[in-house]
Structures are given as C-alpha cells and as structure tokens.
C-alpha cells in the first residue's frame, strides 16, 4: 500500500476543487467557504494564504493565464481572484443554479458548466458572459480538446462536445457521446486528444472525439469515479468514493497502481509540475503522492482486480 508524502490539514470543510498556479503553488477549494494556496515545498508552513469568501461552498477552480483564479460556487456565481493582492476582482453572474465545472479555453476566455444546464462562456477582461450553450441536462465536468472544442459530462449519463466558435451565441453541439450508465462527474483529456471520462457507473470510457467511438472502458473502482487527471507521461489518475486513487496505463488499459492512504471519498485532483499528485476529498485535509515513481517502465505485478473491456 503506497502512503503519501506530505498531508497538507487547515481547511475546517470537504476540499472539493484543486488547481495549480504557474509558480506551482496549490489552490484548494472547501465547502469551509474559503480558497488557500498553498506552497508543497516551504518545509513548515506549507499554508500561505486564505481567501476567505463566505460566499458558498466552492465547487470548481480554474486559472487563468494570467495567473488568476477563478472559482465556481454553489451560490451561482463565479468569483476571480488575483492571489498576489489577495483581492476578488470581479464576480460573474448569469447562471440560476451551483456553478460545480470550469475550464479555461485556449483564448483566456473562462467556460462555466452549472446545475441549471447551460454552459457559459465569459471574457474575462470585460466581465461580460459571450455566449450560453443550451441544450443538455446538468453539467458535472468540463474540458477542452487541443482544437478547442467543449467537452460536457451530464447528468443524463452523456458526454457532449461542443464548438465554441460557431458564429450563433447558442453555440453548436456536434456529438452527443453515449455509454455510461450513470451521470458523468470527471472529464480529461489525454495527450492525444482522446477524451477520459468517469462516471457514477464506477468505470471509466475513453473516446475518441473524431470519430465518436468508445475505445476501452477500465473498471476497478468499486463507487463512482469523481475525478481524473493525466501525469506528464499520460497515465490516468482516477479519484473514487471508494477512498481510492487509481494509476492507469494509457497503451493498455491495464491498472498499474492503488492508492490507498485515503480514509475519505476522493473529490479532486491536481498535478504539481513535478508530476506529484495531490488530492483532496470528504475529508478536511490534502494528501500529496509521489507521481515520480510512474516512469514509463512502470511496471506492478498485482492488478488490484482492475480490468479493461477493449471495444
């Protein structure tokens, strides 16, 4: 059983969002109500601010490239925050339910995915939201292809993509991806652009978006899979409310790893540059895993009951 290298402990609620900033520092995000960065390297106090918002749970975080942050709360809106003033810059609001998935598309502008079932699209410079994409059940998960197409996980068990730059502010759904068997909470995308999603279902998909096709599905998990993150040399992390994170070849499907050292639901996940993993779950405290160690030789002899179906 692997154990983690650092626990980071401050937030007093669920850790539910994680990103990281460009100096490598970590963002967090509780249902405490508050935003912390902090720094995995500083050898005591790794904690070194608080962004105390009393404005909802967060349930999403992305940053700009700027290195701002933005934040999706259960109270509807979207807040950015510049974490060297320490100041929330704007506040962006349009949606009517919780604001639970961000991404940042590959021009700066942020996409927002709520419970009221629409995707927004806001420039962040003017504040202003350019675009509603209509048409789905509640969104869960959100990601961007390299061509800069939308990735949607729902509520109603699809996955839908979506073209950002069509000419109508309605924008334009061109594939509805169906197979999962339950609602899709977690979206990634690998380094060859095919698309990682994970589900209620307790498995992940992995789809090829030009063509539409589901290649493989990976099952292990033995709850819904809540989160994903891709290492540098394309392993999936999967994050579960079985209290686990999972490492999973990307060439064969195949599971390599089992983390374990978690005694709450996985939530979120994050890559530090150094490929460390750091997650965060039900639990008030963050965990950080050595994600060195998954070379490209990689190799565990004991497949923990992970399996895959090759379509």
Do not use: F
Request: some cysteine.
């Amino acid at each position: 059983m692997t154990e983690p290298i650092d626990v980071l402990q401050g937030h007093t609620g669920y850790v539910k969002a994680l990103a990281i900033l460009p100096n490598g520092h970590i963002v967090s995000g509780s249902d405490d109500r508050s935003l912390r960065i902090w720094d995995p390297n500083h050898p005591i106090e790794k904690c070194i601010d608080v962004l105390d918002e009393r404005t909802g749970s967060v349930e999403a975080l992305a940053i700009l490239p700027n290195g701002h942050i933005v934040c999706g709360n259960l109270d509807h809106s979207l807040y950015i925050w510049n974490p060297v003033t320490r100041k929330c810059i704007a506040v962006l609001q349009g949606h009517t339910r919780a604001v639970c998935a961000l991404a940042i598309l590959p021009n700066g502008h942020i996409v927002s995915g709520s419970h009221d079932c629409s995707i927004r699209i806001w420039d962040p410079v003017t504040e202003e939201c350019i675009a509603v994409l209509q048409g789905h059940s509640p969104v869960l998960a959100l990601a961007i292809l390299p061509n800069g197409y939308i990735v949607c996980g729902n509520w109603d068990n699809s996955l839908s993509i979506w073209d950002p730059y069509h000419p109508e502010v309605t924008g334009e759904c061109i594939a509805v991806l169906r197979g999962h068997t339950g609602s899709v909470l977690a979206l990634a995308i690998l380094p060859n652009g095919h698309i990682v999603s994970g589900s209620i279902d307790h498995s992940l998909r992995i789809w090829d978006p030009v063509t539409g096709e589901c290649i493989a599905v990976l099952r292990g998990h033995t709850n819904p899979v809540r989160t994903l993150a891709i290492l540098s040399n394309g392993l999936i992390v999967s994050g579960s409310d079985d209290r686990s994170l999972r490492i999973w070849e990307p060439d064969t499907w195949e599971c390599i790893d089992v983390l374990k050292g978690r005694t709450n639901r996985v939530r979120a996940l994050a890559i530090l540059p150094n490929d460390d993993i750091v997650s965060g779950g039900t639990g008030s405290s963050i965990r950080i895993w050595d994600g060195s160690r998954y070379d490209e030789d990689y190799d565990d002899d004991d497949d923990d009951g992970c399996k895959a179906a090759i379509n």
